[in-house]
């Protein structure tokens, strides 16, 4: 990505414009909790400069340079953040409505001395839709055996808690990702990750688009295109925002190709972080299931 992960010079990665695909969604609201679902908007400001400054580099990697920027700043000045996360993901070829989470996120953090002092941690308690809303999710790196705590909604399952396996069957239903790899941070590692793989191969658009919004953020857009499909790519497109003022991705989503010319992508996952709030100096409590705040039955 560009010169610092959060530049507010843009980047799609693509020959086509965000704006194709990102121009507005409107979907309904629910007044009883507050909640909108995200809306997003690409401006039809481009810049080449970039390009043109880097005609002999990958297409990736200035958006390399932003990750591996913004995952420098995560580190340096980020200890943890709550939000509502939504999201929607492809589970065994079909997307699923999209889930509205209250979400804290705790990074792993080191004493002085480099030892951990404070274990990576994540709370979530579901707002909808009525299928899981009163779920509760708790997860700390190296606590409960390295299992995470949950217990569904409603009258009679709230009261059972349960202890599974981040990553066993039961824990992943309904996920492509375990709770050990939710956030931002994770988000922005992942990406790292498939950057440097793509970079091997040629046949992939990057374009850099500024003045980007989510639910009135102001975002720098990147836009990833792999036109042609390939065993070793991921994905056929991906948009990433970056929040422009926070310095941090807001919103993730990629798509699959197409099975014939001329058809929609399928969307392959969505991750949306809205009402951001860092650096709240969460606590040990706040990861605990005995927090009286918390419907675990432990």
């Known amino acids: 990505m560009t010169k610092s992960l959060l530049s507010r010079r843009t980047l799609l990665l693509g ?5 194709c695909g990102l121009t507005r969604a409107t979907y309904g609201e629910d007044q009883r909790q507050g909640l909108r679902e995200p ?17 002999t580099e990958h297409p990736l990697a200035p958006a390399l340079r932003i990750a591996e920027n913004g995952l420098k700043n995560i580190n ?13 993901e492809q589970i065994s070829g079909k997307l699923t409505d999209q889930e509205f989470i209250y979400t804290k996120v705790r990074h792993e953090q080191a004493d002085p ?6 274990p990576f941690g994540v709370y979530m308690y579901f707002l909808k839709p009525s299928s899981v809303k009163g779920r509760e999710v708790l997860y700390v790196k190296g606590h409960n055996n390295g299992n995470l705590m949950a217990h569904e909604g ?39 990750e498939v950057a440097k793989q793509d970079m091997q191969y040629g046949e992939c ?3 850099f688009y500024n003045g980007a919004k989510i639910n009135g953020r102001v ?41 014939k010319q001329g058809e929609e992508p399928p969307m392959l996952e969505e991750y949306t972080y809205m009402n951001m ?20 039955n432990v």
Not at 279 to 296: C, E
Request: aromatic share 10%; hydrophobic share 40%; charged share 20%.
């Open 15 to 19: 020959g086509t414009a965000l704006a």
């Open 39 to 55: 809306v997003y908007r690409v401006s039809n400001r481009t810049s080449n400069t970039q390009a043109q400054n880097v005609a």
């Open 76 to 88: 340096e000045n980020i200890r943890d953040y709550e939000c509502t996360l939504v999201k929607r």
């Open 113 to 118: 001395s480099g030892n951990p002092a404070n």
């Open 154 to 192: 409603g009258a009679l399952l709230k009261h059972v808690t349960v202890s599974l396996d981040p990553n066993g069957a039961l824990a992943m239903r309904g996920n492509r990702y375990p709770i050990t790899e939710v956030g931002i941070k994770n988000l922005i590692v992942r990406l790292i």
């Open 205 to 207: 658009d990057v374009k």
């Open 219 to 259: 975002c720098t857009a990147i836009e990833v295109i792999h036109p042609v499909p390939r065993k070793n790519f991921r994905f056929h497109k991906a948009h990433i925002f970056i929040d422009d003022e926070l310095q941090i991705p807001i919103r993730y989503a990629s798509w699959e190709w197409p099975s």
């Open 277 to 296: 709030k860092l650096n709240n100096g969460f606590t040990d409590s706040d990861f605990d299931p005995a927090n009286a705040k918390y419907g675990f």
